[in-house]
T-cell receptor, first 114, second 116 residues
Framework: AQTVTQSQPEMSVQEAETVTLSCTYDTSENNYYLFWYKQPPSRQMILVIR??????QNATENRFSVNFQKAAKSFSLKISDSQLGDTAMYFC???????????FGPGTRLSVLP | ETGVTQTPRHLVMGMTNKKSLKCEQH?????MYWYKQSAKKPLELMFVYSLEERVENNSVPSRFSPECPNSSHLFLHLHTLQPEDSALYLCASSPGWGAQGNEKLFFGSGTQLSVL
């Protein structure tokens, strides 16, 4: 069974600074996908970024980028130029290729301070 | 607006009540999910439907009963719930397995359920 771990329950960052959220996972699969989802106080879970395990290049989406280390089973999220609207819970998630179950980590609560 | 709508947004019910949660997706997706989100716990998968057929039931108690009448609608029928069932219930959809980009979930805003 796959598991996803996020070791930082809470983090804070000053506006305009950079922050990195950690995620590790455990799987015996070789083909899979990793995600970061954001859940602001509105409760809407929003996809931030997606990584395909067979791609060595790290995914980027504007201010969001990942550091994917497949051998270490690590998938961290870097947020550059943090904005107040980035305040939210961030969940790391995993699904194996053609899998049915997205497995989520426990989340990291990020607060961006003015 | 992500194309997945859940109603009601909030629900308070007694342990002897019967209620239903509704989810509707306007994205043309083939798979729909119910997740339970409790405080300080990871999201727990409850049910998965693909093309209206249940493909996974994660040992959920029978007091939760899903229904998927078509690929756009998903219900969760609730009866004789317990206080520990109080949580945020999230519905999600995805294009479906084998489809390009299927590994992506689109969520509704959830129903915050309180069982008294």
């Amino acid at each position: 069974a796959q598991t996803v771990t996020q070791s930082q329950p809470e983090m804070s960052v000053q506006e305009a600074e950079t922050v990195t959220l950690s995620c590790t996972y455990d799987t015996s699969e070789n083909n899979y996908y990793l995600f970061w989802y954001k859940q602001p106080p509105s409760r809407q879970m929003i996809l931030v970024i997606r990584q395909e395990a067979y791609k060595q290049q790290n995914a980027t989406e504007n201010r969001f980028s990942v550091n994917f280390q497949k051998a270490a089973k690590s998938f961290s999220l870097k947020i550059s130029d943090s904005q107040l609207g980035d305040t939210a819970m961030y969940f790391c998630a995993f699904i194996k290729h053609y899998g049915q179950n997205f497995v989520f980590g426990p989340g990291t609560r990020l607060s961006v301070l003015p | 607006e992500t194309g997945v709508t859940q109603t009601p947004r909030h629900l308070v019910m007694g342990m002897t009540n019967k209620k239903s949660l509704k989810c509707e997706q306007h994205l043309g997706h083939n798979a729909m999910y119910w997740y339970k989100q409790s405080a300080k716990k990871p999201l727990e998968l409850m049910f998965v439907y693909s093309l209206e057929e249940r493909v996974e039931n994660n040992s959920v108690p029978s007091r939760f009963s899903p229904e998927c009448p078509n690929s756009s609608h998903l219900f969760l029928h609730l009866h004789t719930l317990q206080p520990e069932d109080s949580a945020l219930y999230l519905c999600a959809s995805s294009p479906g397995w084998g489809a390009q980009g299927n590994e992506k979930l689109f969520f509704g805003s959830g129903t915050q359920l309180s069982v008294l």
